[in-house]
């Protein structure tokens, strides 16, 4: 006797199979109790793809065949296509990974002695249009799937073959801090941490891993009742004029409600001692006088936190420069003097391209690619026939 499915012309029609590699935990339970199988199935899966960085089932031998064979069916673990690979002289690796419709995101490895970070991005470009930001300038095209989040983690454990030599020491810090907002992903972005938490996945400490954003303040209390990770806020001014200069979403969320919800973050932590990290990009004439660090000193006071100044990365179609040494030595002296852990971010990569702040891969914008246009074209120098 037929079945209903079976006379139903759209059960012909194939289903996109389900990309495992960006699943939490909850959600490939849930996945697997949907498919008639068994919940704790769940991590012997995530121990294949995470730990073994394992992407066909017929490798995983402790599931039972036939289940082999309905994941086959159902599902796939899809890694992201590096299509370009870039070393730096410092040891920095970058990778540009391909993202459908002829995008690419980029990925960056800074090894530092013990310590590996990677920088992930969270979108194809960023809508937020940040002054000094070569990813602002590219526009949006779309957010990344969990699966192309937490598989840039995958990846470049696999590019030095760290699956195969237990893995825990090419990427030991995650800091979201690629191209894209983090928080206008939120529900991507949450997930592929999940999974880097996990010890099911790659078992980093909350510590260990850092959400960086622009000041997405209702996202941020969201972020508080779902997420421990650091927090990492990208301040850049001491006040609403010149922030709203530089980060325009500033407009709708100044910085004082900003600052407020980065307060009530840490204290939804269970740990006592957590502080949040002000990311402060040093741009030359701009925002790094010592009358800036003195307003930024004041503006900080409540707020249990260290300060990470960033001398401004240059790229293309920026007219910023970076501040001489003098000026960020005085800025580091203000704040360090103002009772301030402070630390200065050395650019790492700058040969690839690959530091903070200078990640383009490429996008294809739907939303301002004729204003880009517009400024190339007024960037560009006229060409005289003579
Ligand atoms: N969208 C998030 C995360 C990505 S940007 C955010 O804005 O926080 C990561 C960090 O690099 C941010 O602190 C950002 O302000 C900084 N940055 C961006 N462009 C930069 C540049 N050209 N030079 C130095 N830092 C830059
Ligand atoms: Fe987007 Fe962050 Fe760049 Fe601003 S600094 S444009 S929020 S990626």
Same mark, same amino acid.
């Given at each position: 006797?037929?079945?209903?499915?079976?006379?139903?012309?759209?059960?012909?029609?194939?289903?996109?199979?389900?990309?495992?590699?960006?699943?939490?935990?909850?959600?490939?339970?849930?996945?697997?109790?949907?498919?008639?199988?068994?919940?704790?199935?769940?991590?012997?899966?995530?121990?294949?793809?995470?730990?073994?960085?394992?992407?066909?089932?017929?490798?995983?031998?402790?599931?039972?065949?036939?289940?082999?064979?309905?994941?086959?069916?159902?599902?796939?673990?899809?890694?992201?296509?590096?299509?370009?690979?870039?070393?730096?002289?410092?040891?920095?690796?970058?990778?540009?990974?391909?993202?459908?419709?002829?995008?690419?995101?980029?990925?960056?490895?800074?090894?530092?002695?013990?310590?590996?970070?990677?920088?992930?991005?969270?979108?194809?470009?960023?809508?937020?249009?940040?002054?000094?930001?070569?990813?602002?300038?590219?526009?949006?095209?779309?957010?990344?799937?969990?699966?192309?989040? #937490?598989?840039?983690?995958?990846? %470049?454990? &696999?590019? !030095?073959?760290?699956?195969?030599?237990?893995?825990? *020491?090419? $990427? +030991?810090?995650?800091?979201?801090?690629?191209?894209?907002?983090?928080?206008?992903?939120?529900?991507?972005?949450?997930?592929?941490?999940?999974?880097?938490?996990?010890?099911?996945?790659?078992?980093?400490?909350?510590?260990?891993?850092?959400?960086?954003?622009?000041?997405?303040?209702?996202?941020?209390?969201?972020?508080?009742?779902?997420?421990?990770?650091?927090?990492?806020?990208?301040?850049?001014?001491?006040?609403?004029?010149?922030?709203?200069?530089?980060?325009?979403?500033?407009?709708?969320?100044? #910085?004082?409600?900003?600052?407020? %919800?980065? &307060?009530? !973050?840490?204290?939804?932590?269970?740990?006592?001692? *957590?502080? $949040? +990290?002000?990311?402060?990009?040093?741009?030359?004439?701009?925002?790094?006088?010592?009358?800036?660090?003195?307003?930024?000193?004041?503006?900080?006071?409540?707020?249990?936190?260290?300060?990470?100044?960033?001398?401004?990365?240059?790229?293309?179609?920026?007219?910023?420069?970076?501040?001489?040494?003098?000026?960020?030595?005085?800025?580091?002296?203000?704040?360090?003097?103002?009772?301030?852990?402070?630390?200065?971010?050395?650019?790492?990569?700058?040969?690839?391209?690959?530091?903070?702040?200078?990640?383009?891969?490429?996008?294809?914008?739907?939303? &301002?690619?004729?204003?880009?246009?517009?400024?190339?074209?007024?960037?560009?120098?006229?060409?005289?026939?003579?």
């Amino acid at each position: 006797m037929a079945t209903e499915n079976q006379t139903d012309p759209t059960a012909l029609v194939q289903q996109p199979r389900v990309n495992l590699l960006g699943m939490s935990r909850k959600n490939m339970e849930a996945y697997l109790s949907s498919i008639g199988e068994k919940p704790f199935r769940a991590q012997q899966i995530l121990k294949w793809i995470h730990h073994s960085g394992i992407d066909n089932f017929d490798e995983m031998t402790n599931l039972g065949k036939p289940l082999r064979a309905k994941l086959q069916e159902l599902a796939e673990i899809r890694p992201p296509n590096v299509v370009k690979q870039l070393d730096s002289i410092d040891g920095t690796r970058k990778w540009a990974v391909e993202v459908g419709g002829n995008n690419l995101v980029e990925t960056v490895l800074i090894p530092d002695g013990q310590r590996g970070t990677l920088c992930v991005s969270s979108q194809v470009g960023c809508s937020l249009d940040c002054s000094f930001c070569a990813t602002g300038k590219q526009g949006f095209m779309r957010d990344l799937t969990a699966s192309e989040i #937490i598989g840039q983690v995958w990846l %470049a454990i &696999k590019s !030095y073959d760290g699956f195969n030599n237990g893995n825990k *020491r090419i $990427v +030991t810090n995650v800091v979201m801090m690629g191209m894209g907002e983090p928080l206008l992903n939120f529900d991507n972005v949450v997930e592929a941490m999940s999974l880097m938490l996990d010890d099911f996945g790659y078992g980093l400490s909350k510590r260990r891993v850092t959400l960086s954003t622009s000041g997405v303040v209702p996202m941020l209390d969201k972020l508080g009742d779902v997420s421990t990770v650091s927090l990492a806020i990208s301040l850049h001014a001491p006040n609403d004029e010149l922030r709203s200069q530089l980060v325009p979403i500033n407009k709708k969320y100044p #910085i004082a409600e900003l600052l407020a %919800a980065s &307060k009530r !973050y840490i204290a939804k932590q269970e740990d006592t001692h *957590r502080v $949040v +990290t002000i990311e402060y990009t040093l741009i030359a004439g701009v925002n790094d006088g010592v009358e800036h660090a003195k307003e930024l000193a004041e503006v900080l006071r409540d707020l249990p936190c260290k300060v990470n100044l960033i001398p401004f990365n240059p790229f293309s179609l920026s007219n910023y420069t970076r501040p001489s040494n003098n000026a960020v030595n005085r800025f580091w002296l203000v704040m360090t003097e103002a009772g301030y852990v402070t630390t200065v971010r050395t650019p790492r990569g700058d040969d690839i391209d690959a530091a903070c702040g200078q990640l383009a891969g490429q996008v294809q914008d739907r939303t &301002k690619r004729s204003e880009r246009h517009r400024q190339k074209a007024e960037l560009a120098q006229p060409i005289r026939l003579v």
